[in-house]
């Protein structure tokens, strides 16, 4: 199994996830199309309680396994390595089924939370079919979390990614067959085939799975889980111990975040209602929010995420050894990697936003206004999940629990008045909860760059001053795109034109701002002189041959 550097294993996660976000964005062309808006909207919110579920059932344990793994291969701890994972694939296994049992036996009481006195749209009963359905998920992907954890503590990245493209696919093809099984074969009502599509999560994380077990049957002895392994004094209850203290941080963190996302669409649905906004309206303001925007912002927050994926492992090695120049390299190099790929994508994506939603979700006003002012949000939260997993990989729990404590609070106490002041001043009021959002992320961000900085003196300077740099290429970017807005024609009740629309003005927009930023020393300060070289070889290569 091939190991990864830093820049490498970003690259290689990220186009993964970049591959399979976009899959995923792609696949709601055609499912939308055959659900409808309430059908759609029924399947937001079975997806948006796995989503939350997902995260609560995994609870950190991936990320904080792949943290020990490198912590104990850059000690030699090869036997404490290898029941590490042992132990933390029993831990996980536990809070998998105890969710899954819940979600089984309470879907009824869930799903009336949600809705409340709502009427005129989706059923309590419907709902609760969707959520018993999405339960059994949590018995297969919180297992190929942990594996993949395992992986990533390698720096073996490759792998873990092919698995996470494989599970996509296989997800998409339930989801789209199914749902054409169901409601144009069978002629069954819509809750069974929305029940099918949330029941695709389950088959690709079981082929995800079989895959990655055939690999690791192979590199048994790299992966040091051979039996021939040199017994060490560290027990199981140390591990356990250490699997627990490392997890614990993500654990409440992320029960915290999917608390804040249920209060999210709890809030937005009692707040448009209280508003006076008709049922079909406040149903799609809110799961254009907490669902929709987002599948087609995955793929600008698929960046962070990937980068994530390779930056823990490296900053628990350097940590390790306490190599706080690495550490500070680290951490710069993810926040600029972030600023170049984001900045064009999110503000791109926003002025382009009533062509790309009507390529999803066909042509309206309201979806794609949510969607410009929503993509936004992505690049505070990439920037947010960078600094965030730094801490993580520093230890620096109570850092971590101050900045996301006062992002996620500031969201719900700005998410009711700001959707009730928008609403007086004769603003969609539906955008104070998108505001209330991009707030809380950019307070958190702020709160852990101090923090780095004052406890281990990370010079933001050349960051700051690439960032600055940015400025000219993004604007010159902004005025290419509005003025090929106004040149290329386009008919949005077409999804083959604003395809066409987008592709050209994206095309125009990606060479002016590439072809600055190039010229400006910005893409060799980031990706590296070596590597831009041999991008640029490999293409005059392919360009003689032709």
């Known amino acids: 199994m091939k190991k990864s550097s830093f820049v490498e294993g970003t690259i290689i996660a990220t ?18 199309s055959m659900v409808g808006e309430s059908g759609s909207a029924l399947y937001a919110y079975g997806y948006t309680i796995y989503a939350i579920f997902l995260d609560i059932s995994t609870a950190g344990l991936p990320l904080a396994l792949s943290k020990i793994i490198k ?11 290898k029941r590490a994972f042992g132990i933390g694939l029993k831990m996980v296994s536990i809070l998998s089924f105890a969710i899954f049992f819940l979600l ?24 609760t079919f969707v959520i018993r359905m999405t339960s059994f998920a949590l018995l297969v992907v919180p297992y190929l979390s942990i594996t993949r954890g395992y992986l990533q503590g390698h720096n073996i990245i490759g792998i873990s990614s092919v698995s996470q493209v494989l599970e996509q696919v296989f997800r998409i093809l339930v989801i789209l067959g199914g749902v054409y099984l169901f409601l144009y074969l069978f002629k069954l009502p ?13 088959i690709g994380g079981l082929v995800a799975i079989v895959y990655l077990v055939l690999k690791m049957k192979k590199s048994k002895k790299e992966l040091g889980l051979v039996k021939e392994v040199e017994k060490d004094s560290i027990t199981n209850k ?12 993500f654990i409440i963190i992320t029960i915290v975040f999917s608390i804040n996302n249920f209060l999210d669409m709890v809030m937005i649905l009692r707040t448009l209602s209280y508003l006076g906004l008709d049922t079909e309206t406040i149903e799609f303001a809110t799961t254009a929010i907490t669902t929709w925007s987002t599948k ?62 009507s390529v999803f979700y066909g042509d309206n006003l309201v979806g794609s206004f949510i969607f410009s002012m929503q993509i936004l949000v992505s690049l505070f939260y990439n920037l947010f999940l960078i600094t965030n997993s730094t801490l993580h990989g520093l230890n620096k729990s109570k850092v971590v629990y101050q900045s ?50 004052k406890e281990h003196e990370v010079d933001y300077r050349d960051t700051y001053r690439m960032g600055r740099k940015l400025c000219i290429p993004t604007i010159a970017m902004i005025f290419v795109v509005v003025f090929f807005k106004w040149v290329v024609p386009v008919s949005y009740s077409s999804k083959l034109s604003c395809t066409f629309y987008i592709g050209v003005i994206s095309l125009m927009g990606a060479i002016v701002y590439l072809g600055i930023a190039y010229k400006m020393g910005i893409l060799k300060e980031v990706f590296g002189t070596a590597r831009l070289d041999k991008i640029g070889r490999r293409l005059a290569g392919k360009g003689k041959s032709k």
């Not at 993964?16 to 792609?26: D, F, Q, S, Y």
């Not at 089984?104 to 709902?127: K, M, S």
């Not at 809750?191 to 389950?202: L, N, P, W």
């Open 238 to 249: 140390e591990i356990g111990q250490k699997i627990f203290f490392y997890a614990v941080p």
């Open 15 to 32: 186009l993964a996830i970049v591959v399979t976000k976009i899959m995923g964005m792609l696949y709601v062309i055609p499912f939308y």
């Open 296 to 357: 087609i912002s995955m793929i600008v927050n698929s960046v962070a995420t990937g980068m994530v994926t390779s930056l823990i492992p490296t900053i628990v090695g350097a940590y390790t050894l306490k190599n706080w120049k690495e550490v500070s390299e680290k951490l710069n190099k993810a926040l600029q990697l972030i600023l170049v790929i984001c900045i064009p994508m999110c503000i791109g994506l926003s002025l382009l936003s009533r062509s790309v939603w």
């Open 71 to 81: 912590e104990y291969n850059t000690l030699h701890r090869m036997d404490a390595k």
């Open 404 to 453: 996301v404590i006062i992002g996620l609070t500031t969201n719900v106490l700005l998410n009711i008045p700001l959707m009730v002041l928008f609403y007086k001043i004769g603003i969609a009021p539906y955008l104070g909860a998108i505001l209330s959002t991009a707030i809380g992320y950019s307070l958190a961000f702020v709160r852990s760059l101090s923090k780095l900085k």
């Open 190 to 202: 819509m809750q069974f085939a929305i029940g099918i599509a949330v029941f695709g999560a389950t």
């Open 104 to 127: 089984l036996f309470f879907a009824r009481p869930i799903a009336t939370l949600i809705l409340g006195d709502l009427t005129g749209g989706t059923t309590i009963e419907e709902v």
